[in-house]
C-alpha cells in the first residue's frame, strides 16, 4: 500500500515538525532548511536537493532575491522568490561554515560533500520525524504541500496562484494535491455565511 503524503494543515503540528527536524538530527540545521525552502518555494524535493550555492547566495554571500531553474520533472522554467526564506538561509550559511562543510550543492551529504544529499536519505528523515511525531502522513512532498496549502488559505483560497506556483495545468489537479477532499471542502463551507 502506498503512503498517503498529506499537507500539515495545523500550525502546532507544523511548528513540532520544525523543531524536530532541527533538534532530532545530526545535521538538523540542513533538514530544517530543507524543509523550509521547500514550503517557500513549493519546489519538488528532487529540485530542491539539486540546488547549488551559487543558485541561492551572490558572491558576497547575500541570498538572492530570486533564483531561476527548470523543473527537473517537468522541465518548465520555474522563478524562485528566496525572500520569505532569507534568514533561514543565512542561518544556514554560518551552520555550514560551523561545520566546515565545503560543497558545490546547497544541501551537501554530511559523509560525501561532494554530492548532494539524496530524495532517499530526505525521505528517511521526514519517515523518522513522522515516527517521532507519530505522523503516519509525512513524506518528502510535505513541505511543498504545506506551503500550497498555506498559500491558499492566506491567499483567501487563490487556487490560480495556487496552480501556479505548483506549475500545475488543472484546478482539479491542484486541489487534490492540497488534499481537500469531502470533509475538509465541507469544513470550510460550514464556516461561510450563505446569508
Known sequence: MEQKVLPIKDSNVLIKVQRCLQED???GCRNYTIFQV???TLLRVSDILRLKRVDVFDDQRNVRQNTF???HKTGK???LYLK???GDLLAYQNWLRQENLVSPWLFPSIQHPDQHITEKQ???IMA???DLL???YLGTHTMRKTGAYRVYVQSNYNIGLVMHLLNHSSEAMTLAYLGLDQASTEEMLDNIDFG
Open 25 to 27: 538530527f545530526k545535521a
Open 38 to 40: 521547500g514550503k517557500a
Open 69 to 71: 531553474l527548470h523543473d
Open 77 to 79: 522554467a520555474n522563478r
Open 84 to 86: 520569505p526564506v532569507t
Open 122 to 124: 530526505f525521505y528517511k
Open 128 to 130: 523518522k520525524v513522522g
Open 134 to 136: 507519530d505522523l503516519d
